[in-house]
Every structure is written in C-alpha cells, then in structure tokens.
C-alpha cells in the first residue's frame, strides 16, 4: 500500500488545495506556507527526490517547470516575483519524499538566502 501523503493527494485520497492538474503534475496549496502564495508542483508519478531523476525525466521535470509561469499568472505573483525551491535529503531538510517544487511569493518571504 502507498504510504507516500502526495500521492494521496494526486490521487484524490487525501484533500488539498489544488490550484493545477494535468495528466503529469499537480499544484496544491503547501499546509504550512512560510509566505501569503506558497504552492507544491508535483509530479503524479512518485518520484522521492531529485536523487530519482534520470535522463528518462527529463520531460516531466521541464513540465514542472513550464507550468509556474501560469500557475504565478494565476496567483497574481508572475510579475512581483517568487522563488522556486527543490530540498533534497536531510541536510536540505526534505520533509516528505516525494518530488515537489515550491513556489514561494507575495512579501514577507523568510529564507535563509534573503
Ligand atoms: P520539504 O521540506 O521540501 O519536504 O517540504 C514539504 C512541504 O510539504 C512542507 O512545506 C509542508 C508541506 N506538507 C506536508 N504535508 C502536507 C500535507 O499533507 N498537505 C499539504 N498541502 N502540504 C503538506
């Protein structure tokens, strides 16, 4: 049985905010956002980590990419700016393993980069 908490919310079993979905990815509101526009694009495939990727994905992960400017559009954030930030492993202190962008926008963003 899948464990994983994203793919319950790609599958619909578990409830999210979700602001985009297409038949690779899906965009859902972050439970504890850290700014006023904090969203999730996953891939619908589990994937724990950028340490997963290979050359076969290179497709789906340059479609989490293509998909922020509109979801940023949708947000109103595409011009003021946000940020986009992959964790990987312990020392980026990944939370849940399961591949996911963050889009982080609006003021009042806290990160260690300023
Ligand atoms: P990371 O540290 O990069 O693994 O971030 C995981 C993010 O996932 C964290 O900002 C909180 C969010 N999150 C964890 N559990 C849930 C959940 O059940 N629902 C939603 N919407 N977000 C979650």
Not at 4 to 13: D, H, L
Request: proline share 5%.
């Amino acid at each position: 049985m899948n464990e994983c908490i994203f793919c319950k919310i790609v599958s619909g079993e578990m409830d999210a905010t979700i602001v985009y979905k297409d038949e690779q990815v899906t965009a859902f509101r972050d439970i504890h956002p850290v700014a006023p526009t904090h969203i999730l694009v996953v891939p619908n495939r589990h994937l724990a980590s950028t340490n997963e990727v290979t050359e076969q994905d290179e497709q789906l992960l340059g479609h989490m990419l293509a998909v922020v400017k509109p979801i940023a559009e949708q947000e109103g954030i595409a011009e003021s700016g946000y940020r986009l930030i992959i964790n990987t492993g312990p020392d980026a202190n990944q939370v849940v393993y399961h591949l996911h962008l963050h889009i982080i926008g609006g003021q009042h963003m806290r990160h260690p980069m300023g």
